[in-house]
């Protein structure tokens, strides 16, 4: 049996590796913001519910508060048959999302 002998300079890319990983930053939790982000870059500035869900990552509970405290607050719309609904951004929450788009 061969001996086993590391090729000179095959740690560094590990190590390398293992820092990005640890200075990468964790990705903020999402937040009502996230979802007048996600509906503003839609062309008609609205989504089926379920896909506004599931492309926000957020858990049902967390979503439905977010959906409750925007639609309160007037930045968002719900509209259309309860298997069907389709959140609608409002203009004032456009304007709140085109706002908080990073520059």
């Known amino acids: 049996m061969a001996d086993f002998k590391p090729h000179p300079g095959s ?11 640890v200075s990468s930053p964790t990705p903020s939790p999402a937040s009502p913001l996230t979802l007048l982000e996600i509906l503003g870059r839609q062309a008609q500035w609205n989504l089926n519910l379920a896909d506004l869900q599931t492309l926000s990552g957020m858990d049902p509970n967390r979503y439905r508060e977010s959906l409750k405290s925007l639609r309160d607050t007037g930045y968002i ?27």
């Open 11 to 21: 740690f560094l890319p590990f190590l390398e590796s293992s820092q990005r990983s």
């Open 77 to 103: 719309a719900i509209e259309g048959d309860p298997l069907a609904e389709v959140v609608k951004l409002t203009d004032r929450g456009a304007e709140v999302s085109r706002l908080a788009r990073p520059a």
